[in-house]
């Protein structure tokens, strides 16, 4: 059974998830990594959530975390941020059931679009995004790591 749990980024077990999730990033990364770590509030209801995925039996295997970000070409935009799951427990459907819920609360809170950045090296998780009806968009932000931007309309 998988759970939910809200958290801050200063929570121990949240911050724990993103050091892991970015030292994987870096790992692979071309060039240089320059993750920015979140705000201990970045991610405060109604205008973003982080969200700790627990198993029944494994333990913390992962979150990801939206954000309100400025309106888009659809009305409310959010953004996804960290989805990341530990590779003890990819194939799981973690990732899926996270992203359901992560659009289900953008939604809950007016959401009328959903967006993200990635890097094409993450074939996986441009899979993943594609599978949960994400299609490309033009750049909306600047993030130094990114070569690829999603978007997906939630109304």
């Known amino acids: 059974m998988i759970t939910f749990r ?4 200063g929570d121990p077990d949240a911050a ?3 050091r892991e999730y970015f030292g994987e990033r870096a790992a692979g990364f071309p060039g240089e990594y320059r993750p920015t770590l979140p705000a201990p509030d970045a991610f405060t209801p109604p205008e973003g959530v ?4 627990e198993h029944a039996e494994r333990g913390l295997i992962g979150c990801g975390a939206i ?8 009305g409310t935009r959010f953004e ?3 989805v990341y799951t530990r590779p003890s427990a ?11 819920e992560l659009e289900r609360r953008a939604r809950d809170w007016g959401a009328r679009e959903l ?15 594609a599978g949960r009806g994400f299609f490309p968009i033009e750049p909306y932000n600047d993030n ?3 070569t690829r931007w999603y978007g997906k309309a939630l109304a």
């Not at 982080?50 to 995925?53: C, E, T, W």
């Not at 954000?67 to 659809?74: C, F, S, V």
């Not at 967006?115 to 995004?129: G, I, N, W």
Request: without cysteine; glycine residues 6%; hydrophobic residues 50%.
């Open 6 to 9: 809200p958290a801050s980024p």
């Open 80 to 82: 996804l941020k960290h």
């Open 67 to 74: 954000r309100r970000i400025a309106d888009g070409p659809l």
């Open 90 to 100: 990819r194939g799981l459907g973690t990732a899926r059931l996270l992203l359901e």
């Open 16 to 18: 724990e998830l993103i």
């Open 144 to 146: 130094p790591n990114a």
């Open 115 to 129: 967006v993200l950045d990635t890097h094409h090296t993450l074939e996986a998780a441009a899979a993943l995004y």
């Open 50 to 53: 982080l969200l700790l995925v």
